[in-house]
């Protein structure tokens, strides 16, 4: 019996309502839940981490997909098939016997099951685990073999000897029925005779070629002379191709079931066959080993759905597991550690250029990964959402753990860029300043090496042409220099001068409005400096980080998420772990290998308190 409902409980999570599925009443009414309310409407029954045969139970047409039907169905029949049906939500390994209804034919067939298996476990529990009731299929499988096996005692006539007696009857019988029937109308009609035995051009052609006892063209032949009322030779006057099967017959079968024959009458045929029949017939009847007793699989079915189906429901209907970190979500595969960090959110995929084409849409950081684990394969994304991105990129190398802990070696093959933290985003534009500055130094330093290296392969060049020369000719003198240019020089340090003023009067501008505030008024200026140059960027991530949405990334793997599951910034940043020391770790911060530092603040210090006060003193003077 399904209980009734009074009311529907609901928790807010990633943003959106969810429902509770705590009590029994409350999972085996989600049927009338409005699936509007649903997170999810359908998932596959690959690439997640759940048990397997429980889902192929659930996926009753055999898609691979389960959908919001195949769940209902699943929990009403469970419901039906239980006394009580808050064993449902017990998180039991199983289903009790005493919980199993048996006042119908199906119940009474599921009971029968388990009270064969528990007698064959000699348990003294009422409990049929799961694991009982999947080895209970090859319990069955090895009771009806054994019971198959007793009766083929009575099933051979000849012992032990019998199957080589089978086995050559089922050899021959094809083609010694089809000469018995060519007899028969031979004795009807005698011009049969002559037309259902070899035709004269039939035997020409075969004597045109090299002929083996294996030709088709001999075998297709009658087994033997047909005649009216013939009986069958075993020796002499037989078809060569069928010569030595037919001898197998006589000594295997006809002569132990008959005594001793040269000729096989038809009714000396169909005896040998009504004697054999039984072990045919026996044959015929093997069990299946993979067919399922009668029972069985129900019995196997409603142990799963007991141990499965909240855990199920509350991955499917609501995602309570990932929102409330209590466990692992069925799509959570492992976890990845990579630049110190530990990303919880990774879910198995199989294309990451098609994943990532509609992944991208959430918004999230992702990193795809190739994980091999010796001759095993496996492809993953995960989410990063806390730290930085600054040092991941394709090729690094990390370690993801599954689900049972065994760990695999995972490299970095794609990356899509998103937003991580506001911190990240905070101290972009001064990152992207240092490595431009970097960048511009290095390219600037690279020249100056390049052209130093170049005067000085130019200067061995022209002292070995000069040696060539003056051996080679007379001295000249040397070109007079040529004269100082004045006004080319005059127009060079102008220029510079120039660009020197106005550097100098913009800091002037800057420092002037900058000291003619108030002191007080110096630290919110600077805070309006920082806001204008992170300021854009952090207000630009805030919208991205509140937009992520978990949605696109399961669509990708074959979900149909029906919700708007974001991650918000602080539910995002605790699905990615950065490294801390343990607590009440000790910390030696002495470094024997440490670079020794020079007193560059001190000399900054020195600096700018030089420059404030001269620009202090020019200011003075200007204001007076």
């Known amino acids: 019996m399904i209980p009734d409902l009074p009311h529907w409980r609901f928790f807010r999570a990633g943003g959106f309502d969810q429902v509770r599925l705590d009590t029994a009443a409350e999972l085996l009414n989600i049927g009338q839940l409005d699936q509007k309310l649903w997170v999810a409407l359908s998932c596959p029954v690959q690439g997640i981490e759940f048990d397997a045969r429980t889902l192929s139970f659930v996926d009753s047409d055999g898609d691979g997909q389960v959908r919001a039907p195949e769940l209902i169905a699943a929990v009403q029949w469970a419901g039906e098939r239980l006394q009580d049906p808050e064993v449902l939500v017990a998180r039991l390994p199983g289903v009790p016997l005493a919980a199993i209804r048996a006042d119908d034919e199906e119940g009474a067939v599921i009971v029968a099951a388990a009270r064969e298996l528990l007698a064959d476990l000699g348990s003294s529990e009422d409990m049929i685990t799961v694991e009982a009731a999947r080895a209970a299929q090859a319990r069955h499988a090895q009771r009806a073999l054994a019971a198959w ?63 083996r006892t294996d030709t088709e063209g001999v075998a297709a032949l009658p087994l033997a002379r047909v005649h009216p009322g013939a009986a069958l030779p075993l020796s002499s006057g037989l078809n060569p191709a069928w010569a030595a099967r037919m001898a197998a017959l006589r000594d295997a079968a006809v002569q132990p079931l008959l005594g001793e024959r040269a000729l096989l009458t038809e009714a000396d045929w169909q005896t040998v066959k009504d004697k054999l029949a039984p072990y045919a017939a026996w044959l015929a009847a093997k069990p299946d080993v993979a067919a399922e007793g009668e029972g069985i699989r129900q019995l196997e079915k ?7 189906l909240q855990t199920l429901a509350n991955n499917f209907v609501a995602f309570r597991d990932f929102y409330t970190r209590q466990g692992k979500a069925s799509f959570q595969v492992g976890t990845l550690y990579l630049d110190s960090r530990s990303a919880e959110l990774c879910v198995a995929v199989n294309d990451a250029g098609r994943h990532a084409a509609l992944a991208t849409l959430a918004r999230i950081c992702l990193v795809y990964c190739d994980c091999v684990r010796g001759s095993e394969k496996l492809s993953v994304a995960a989410a990063f959402t806390a730290g930085d991105s600054d040092q991941l990129m394709v090729g690094r190398n990390g370690v993801f753990y599954d689900r049972q802990g065994r760990d695999w070696n995972a490299t970095i093959t794609k990356i899509v860029e998103h937003p991580i933290s506001l911190r990240q985003a905070f101290w972009s534009p001064y990152k992207r300043l240092a490595r431009f500055v970097g960048e511009q130094l290095q390219k600037i330093a690279a020249s100056k090496a390049k052209a130093s290296d170049d005067k000085l392969t130019a200067a061995a060049v022209d002292s070995g042409k000069k040696v060539g020369t003056v051996a080679a000719a007379p001295a000249t003198p040397p070109p007079p220099p040529a004269p100082f240019d004045v006004a080319k020089f005059a127009g060079i340090f102008a220029a510079i001068g120039l660009a020197l003023g106005a550097i100098g009067s913009a800091l002037a501008a800057v420092l002037s409005g900058f000291f003619s505030l108030v002191w ?34 399961l669509d990708a793997n074959g979900w149909a998420i ?26 030696a911060l002495t470094d024997p290998y440490a670079e020794k530092k020079k007193p560059w603040g001190l000399y900054l210090l020195l600096v700018a308190v030089a420059l404030f006060a001269a620009f202090a003193w020019v200011l003075r003077d200007h204001f007076r």
């Not at 029906?562 to 910390?587: D, V, W």
Request: charged letters at 20%.
């Open 149 to 211: 096996e007793a009766a083929g005692a009575s099933a051979r006539p000849l012992g032990e000897a019998t199957a080589v007696a089978h086995a050559a009857l089922a050899e021959v019988a094809e083609k010694v029925e089809d000469w018995f029937v060519r007899c028969r109308l031979a004795a009807y009609d005698e011009r049969a005779g002559t037309a259902l035995n070899a035709a004269d051009a039939t035997l020409a052609a075969l004597g045109a070629a090299t002929l």
């Open 520 to 553: 007080w008024q110096w630290p919110i200026a600077i805070a309006g400096l920082v806001l204008v140059i992170s300021g854009p960027a952090v207000i630009l991530a805030w919208f991205k980080l509140r937009s992520r949405n978990l949605g696109p990334i």
């Open 302 to 308: 409603l142990a799963h759905y007991v141990r499965d």
């Open 562 to 587: 029906n919700a708007r599951a974001k991650i918000n910034i602080p539910f995002g940043t605790s699905l990615t772990q950065l490294a801390q020391l343990p607590a009440h770790a000790e910390r």
